[in-house]
């Protein structure tokens, strides 16, 4: 069955930065008016886009057209937003440097946890605050250039890469004490050193990270 109808849309390259310029975005949106307001929106702000609607959908798109970042509903039929990211991330090399980014109305802790542990990049919450959207989107886009420096230049410890790894496979740190046979205390330690040599914020964003730059494994 061939891939279904896409929405393109290109701008001038005058109207945004270089890290913009046309660049192609995958909106994965189940809901016909968000959908439609995400390709106006976008496509003003001076990116291509490509809808799909459900995550089959979005699957067929990526494989044929490439994205340079995949923006996706969560909640979807036939396929949802997890379920999608989870096929992205078992095909590996071929997309490993495609930004994932969820867009959805569930914003609580559990849900962000797995979708970073699944790989993905960001979220951004319902209602769509374009403006920081925008901000994503480029931070992102951004970002894949920066994964080989990272590698080059963010000099993990064996200890720093343990932690990691074990926080990305969804132990805490008391669960990571024991496999290591450290204190809890000790597992902190190198998590914050981890999280501050990759110039994060939060440990979640340190796993997220470490897993794109391909510093960790899974």
Same mark, same amino acid.
């Given at each position: 069955?061939?891939?279904?109808?896409?929405?393109?849309?290109?701008?001038?390259?005058?109207?945004?930065?270089?890290?913009?310029?046309?660049?192609?975005?995958?909106?994965?949106?189940?809901?016909?008016?968000?959908?439609?307001?995400?390709?106006?929106?976008? *496509?003003?702000?001076?990116?291509?886009? @490509?809808?799909?609607?459900?995550?089959?959908?979005?699957?067929?798109?990526?494989?044929?057209?490439?994205?340079?970042?995949?923006?996706?509903?969560?909640?979807?039929?036939?396929?949802?937003?997890?379920?999608?990211?989870?096929?992205?991330?078992?095909?590996?090399?071929?997309?490993?440097?495609?930004?994932?980014?969820?867009?959805?109305?569930?914003?609580?802790?559990? *849900?962000?946890?797995?979708?970073?542990?699944?790989?993905?990049?960001?979220?951004?919450?319902?209602?769509?605050?374009?403006?920081?959207?925008? *901000?994503?989107?480029?931070?992102?886009?951004?970002?894949?250039?920066?994964?080989?420096?990272?590698?080059?230049?963010?000099?993990?410890?064996?200890?720093?890469?343990? @932690?990691?790894?074990?926080?990305?496979?969804?132990?805490?740190?008391?669960?990571?004490?024991?496999?290591?046979?450290?204190?809890?205390?000790?597992?902190?330690?190198?998590?914050?050193?981890?999280?501050?040599?990759?110039?994060? @914020?939060?440990?979640?964003?340190?796993?997220?990270?470490?897993? @794109?730059?391909?510093?960790?494994?899974?």
């Amino acid at each position: 069955m061939p891939p279904p109808p896409l929405a393109h849309a290109n701008l001038p390259i005058q109207s945004v930065d270089e890290t913009a310029t046309r660049k192609l975005i995958l909106c994965v949106e189940d809901d016909r008016e968000t959908a439609a307001l995400l390709l106006e929106e976008l *496509t003003e702000r001076g990116y291509a886009v @490509a809808l799909a609607h459900d995550g089959r959908e979005g699957m067929a798109v990526m494989m044929a057209q490439r994205p340079d970042l995949v923006l996706c509903d969560l909640s979807m039929p036939v396929m949802s937003g997890f379920e999608l990211l989870s096929r992205m991330t078992a095909l590996g090399p071929r997309l490993k440097n495609m930004p994932f980014v969820f867009l959805t109305a569930l914003s609580d802790r559990e *849900t962000e946890l797995r979708g970073r542990q699944l790989g993905a990049d960001d979220y951004i919450a319902k209602p769509i605050d374009f403006d920081v959207l925008d *901000t994503i989107l480029r931070a992102r886009l951004a970002r894949v250039a920066r994964l080989d420096v990272w590698r080059r230049h963010v000099e993990l410890t064996d200890r720093e890469t343990e @932690a990691l790894t074990w926080s990305a496979r969804g132990k805490t740190s008391d669960d990571i004490a024991q496999i290591l046979g450290l204190s809890r205390r000790t597992v902190d330690f190198h998590l914050d050193n981890a999280r501050a040599k990759l110039g994060v @914020a939060t440990r979640i964003e340190a796993v997220a990270t470490a897993v @794109a730059a391909n510093l960790i494994e899974l």
